[in-house]
């Protein structure tokens, strides 16, 4: 009894197009499954401008607000804070916001305070490492996992990326880029809305 | 064939004949035989061998607490975190199944890394055992994919901000990695959508696999015999009846040693359970009895134990260090250039992949590389048994300064290990450089220093004093 006859080229051929349709229909179904992993329609739709009253808010005095379930800092900068940015201009990675401009600052914020107002300081407290929000060392000088010449800042907890107080990564840490500046613009003097600007809605 | 019954007396024991009748249809004798009563394990077993058995006891704890506790757990941002509270407060003896859970995560750990370490000293993962070694680097992949995904569920500070980090590490992964990361997620940041996911993860996708696994694992294992502590293939030394000289029968003789070892191994875990559950924050960070904050980092995070080595690895990766690492590729690929005798073809494969490396280090963010590296410390545990030329299998034939480099290498992951948990410092960071090229050099230069030096003479026969 032979099983090995020739191959019967029209059975081979349903056969051949019966496993193309059926790959067609898997791979169909795994994109399926694949992309359920993509935000939700609601998870989409969260996200709306916040605003907020900066009546009351002191120099050297920060607040912290919600922005699409991130923490966004509204940081009033005294005069010796703002003065403090020229010193670290050279001890910071990218001085002038040149990279990934288009994501992290702005156009009305690609400037030494890296802000609109030179006082006011608008920026995302996630670190650009991996995503912890970074701690505030306001203080100046020599304090633990800080270096003596401290300007006073942000340190990340998790890594030990340290920013100035632009959000300005200094050189060789963890971190590759400054702090995102979210888009914002003023209301009125004193109140200001974040995630939408002259341009629309981030 | 035709269908055949075992014949058996009229009036044989009623259990005989259900048996029987079993057999015609399954192999369930055949298959006992094969696993336990008639698998002839090495007779020179020693206490090393017996963490392989736990690691299925471990097992069978996680998954029996961890059904239980999905009974009361709610995978809601909402509820998650009062949902652990009502477990450890309200159901009844629901602490003790979750202390049960949480520390069976890091016995488990415990287990699986001497199990892993046996193995690494008794050279287990050499032909013709390879794919039982990759099978079980596939398990502890799974492991460390089991306790990620199950951190996140009790939604506290440190569930969250892991989970934020380890999220985080793919959107590292230069062009793909923002959207990679977005769609782990499955939103901006992590969040209800995220639990849910993870959750069904942690509860049934990596548990089947993981099922799998070990069934491969120890079906691979039983094919080709268990190897032991003096590396000699017993099946070679075989009686009239092909069976192995030095080998005894699973069962009764090793199921008896390791139900003894088992109830050590229950009473150490009982002990931990009952009276320190938490181990000093290291079975359960202090920071995850807060409930999780999306607005505020932890002042130290840390991963649990298991992790830290490799998560060192991670955070040893700064710029400056990467001109090291660049030094330590061209290296390596001028190592191979010169000192094999690998075709010409792979030498200029090896020069071009090493070149393309080098600038690829300068191109991308260190940031990138940390991930990277993290990755390749895990991975390149797959490569073992392709990487250890020694010819014999056991350290107890290597010569006698081996026994240093495995030394050196297992104080450099503990190292490693303990300045994870530590928070970031200029010295650690260099300490932690310095292990990470030691732990990479242990298995990149095994080609090398595996077989330098003298041997000793393998003997026939397994050496074993009766007792």
Redesign the interface.
């Known amino acids: 009894m032979s099983n090995e006859k020739q191959v019967d080229p029209g059975r081979r051929g349903l056969l051949v197009a019966t496993c193309a349709a059926g790959g067609v229909a898997g791979l169909a179904t795994t994109g399926m499954f694949v992309s359920t992993?993509?935000?939700?329609e609601r998870?989409k739709a969260a996200?709306a401008p916040v605003e907020v009253d900066l009546a009351g808010l002191a120099p050297g005095e920060m607040r912290?607000v919600?922005w699409?379930?991130?923490?966004v800092w509204i940081l009033k900068r005294s005069e010796a804070m703002v003065n403090s940015l020229k010193q670290t201009d050279g001890q910071v990675a990218d001085p002038n916001s040149e990279r990934n401009p288009d994501e992290l600052t702005p156009e009305y914020a690609r400037n030494e305070f890296r802000s609109i107002k030179p006082d006011i300081l608008v920026a995302v407290?996630i670190c650009t490492?991996?995503?912890?929000?970074?701690?505030t060392r306001f203080a100046t000088g020599a304090q633990p996992?800080l270096p003596d010449d401290w300007h006073g800042g942000f340190l990340?907890?998790?890594?030990?990326s340290t920013f100035d107080l632009a959000g300005r990564v200094y050189?060789?840490?963890?971190?590759?880029d400054n702090l995102e500046v979210p888009r914002h613009m003023y209301l009125s003097d004193s109140t200001l809305v974040i995630g939408k600007d002259e341009k629309g809605e981030a | 064939m035709a269908f055949q019954e075992k014949k058996l007396p009229a009036d044989a024991p009623i259990a005989d004949k259900a048996l029987g009748w079993v057999d015609a249809r399954f192999p369930l004798s055949s298959t006992w035989k094969a696993h336990l009563s008639e698998y002839y394990a090495p007779k020179n077993f020693n206490f090393l061998y017996v963490f392989g058995s736990l690691a299925l006891l471990v097992l069978v704890i996680q998954i029996v607490t961890g059904i239980f506790l999905v009974m009361h757990y709610k995978p809601d941002a909402n509820l998650a975190f009062a949902s652990v509270e009502y477990i450890m407060r309200d159901v009844p003896w629901g602490w003790l199944v979750r202390y049960m859970h949480s520390t069976g995560a890091s016995a488990f750990f415990v287990v699986v890394y001497i199990h892993m370490l046996r193995g690494l000293l008794y050279g287990s993962y050499r032909k013709p055992r390879e794919l039982v070694w990759l099978f079980g680097v596939g398990i502890f992949l799974c492991l460390m994919a089991e306790a990620f995904f199950g951190y996140l569920l009790p939604w506290g500070q440190m569930s969250y901000w892991g989970a934020q980090v380890i999220v985080n590490l793919f959107g590292a992964i230069p062009f793909i990695g923002p959207d990679l990361s977005l769609w782990i997620r499955g939103d901006y940041v992590v969040s209800d959508a995220t639990l849910n996911r993870f959750f069904a993860f942690h509860v049934i996708a990596i548990p089947l696999v993981l099922i799998g696994l070990v069934v491969a694992h120890i079906v691979a294992l039983h094919e080709v015999g268990s190897s032991n502590p003096d590396g000699i293939e017993i099946k070679e030394t075989v009686d009239e009846h092909g069976v192995p000289l030095d080998g005894i029968p699973f069962h009764p003789y090793y199921s008896v040693h390791d139900l003894f070892v088992v109830t050590i191994f229950l009473a150490v875990f009982s002990a931990v359970v009952f009276f320190a559950p938490e181990m000093g924050g290291y079975f359960l960070e202090y920071n995850n009895f807060v409930p999780a904050d999306p607005l505020k980092t932890p002042p130290h995070i840390a991963p649990v134990w298991y992790f830290t080595p490799f998560y060192s690895i991670l955070r040893a990766t700064t710029s400056e260090f990467m001109i090291w690492l660049a030094v330590g590729v061209a290296a390596y690929v001028a190592l191979i250039i010169i000192k094999t005798r690998l075709a010409t073809k792979f030498k200029i494969a090896a020069a071009v992949i090493g070149l393309i490396v080098i600038v690829a280090m300068f191109v991308f963010d260190p940031k990138f590389w940390g991930v990277v590296f993290m990755g390749v410390s895990v991975m390149i545990m797959f490569g073992l048994p392709w990487l250890d030329y020694s010819p014999v299998k056991s350290i107890r034939y290597r010569p006698g300064w081996h026994k240093y480099i495995y030394i050196v290498f297992g104080i450099a992951f503990l190292i490693l290990g303990y300045l994870g948990v530590q928070a970031p410092t200029t010295i650690g960071t260099l300490v932690s450089q310095v292990c990470t090229f030691i732990y990479f050099g242990f298995f990149l230069l095994m080609p090398w220093w595996s077989v330098m030096g003298t041997f000793k003479q393998v003997p026939d026969r397994v050496v074993f004093h009766p007792h």
């Open positions: 992993f993509q935000p939700s998870a996200g912290t919600e699409r379930g991130k923490p407290g490492h991996l995503g912890c929000s970074p701690v996992s990340c907890p998790c890594h030990g050189k060789n840490k963890p971190a590759p």
